[in-house]
T-cell receptor, first 115, second 115 residues
Framework: DSGVTQTPKHLITATGQRVTLRCSPRSGDLSVYWYQQSLDQGLQFLIHYYNGEERAKGNILERFSAQQFPDLHSELNLSSLELGDSALYFC??????????????FGNGTRLTVT | GDSVTQMEGPVTLSEEAFLTINCTYTATGYPSLFWYVQYPGEGLQLLLKATKADDKGSNKGFEATYRKETTSFHLEKGSVQVSDSAVYFCALSDNIAGNTGKLIFGQGTTLQVKP
């Protein structure tokens, strides 16, 4: 058990809809990362928050947004969903913001299916 | 930009066979290198890492050496077990000052070990 909790585990929704994915980091971890894993793109970094502030953006679409709350949990919001958004979305946390100093701990992911 | 290339899978081995999964990278700076493992239905787990050239990371019988001259970080294990069946990801983290520690992953290599 990594200590990172993601909910829900599975999500099935229709095109055009909006969903929210939730992540609770390991106790004490200040950094939260979101990754998307799809068959064609592999594992892609989306966004990183550290102690409530956005630190870096990767290949995140404008239809997607995220935030980290004062209690350090994070939410990833996906809107105007398209079939191609179907993927496994991972959250990871770490104590600091440099991977070489504190490794990432991944949750088990939320599997999103857009029909 | 930075990138990671892994050998394509699946790799199928018999128990106690020798394992090599090739990984090469392209990076402008001096990245840290990682191997992550993903078991079915779970998130990624850090297997080992190396933060500078000639470092050897090792864990659970797996080893990988950071080779700057060949820009490689091949994963090896002398004797695989059925329980090693999983997907293995090579990744790098740019160490440029101010970097947020986001990881760039390879496509993953599926390992299947048969009894």
């Amino acid at each position: 058990d990594s200590g990172v909790t993601q909910t829900p585990k599975h999500l099935i929704t229709a095109t055009g809809q909006r969903v929210t994915l939730r992540c609770s980091p390991r106790s004490g971890d200040l950094s939260v990362y979101w990754y998307q894993q799809s068959l064609d793109q592999g594992l892609q970094f989306l966004i990183h928050y550290y102690n409530g502030e956005e630190r870096a953006k990767g290949n995140i679409l404008e239809r997607f947004s995220a935030q980290q709350f004062p209690d350090l949990h994070s939410e990833l919001n996906l809107s105007s969903l398209e079939l191609g958004d179907s993927a496994l979305y991972f959250c990871a946390s770490s104590a600091t913001f440099r991977e070489e100093n504190s490794p990432l701990h991944f949750g088990n992911g939320t599997r999103l299916t857009v029909t | 930009g930075d990138s990671v290339t892994q050998m394509e899978g699946p790799v199928t081995l018999s128990e106690e066979a020798f394992l090599t999964i090739n990984c090469t990278y392209t990076a402008t700076g001096y990245p840290s290198l990682f191997w992550y493992v993903q078991y079915p239905g779970e998130g990624l787990q850090l297997l080992l890492k190396a933060t500078k050239a000639d470092d050897k990371g090792s864990n659970k019988g797996f080893e990988a050496t950071y080779r700057k001259e060949t820009t490689s970080f091949h994963l090896e294990k002398g004797s695989v077990q059925v329980s090693d069946s999983a997907v293995y990801f090579c990744a790098l983290s740019d160490n440029i000052a101010g970097n947020t520690g986001k990881l760039i992953f390879g496509q993953g290599t599926t390992l299947q070990v048969k009894p």
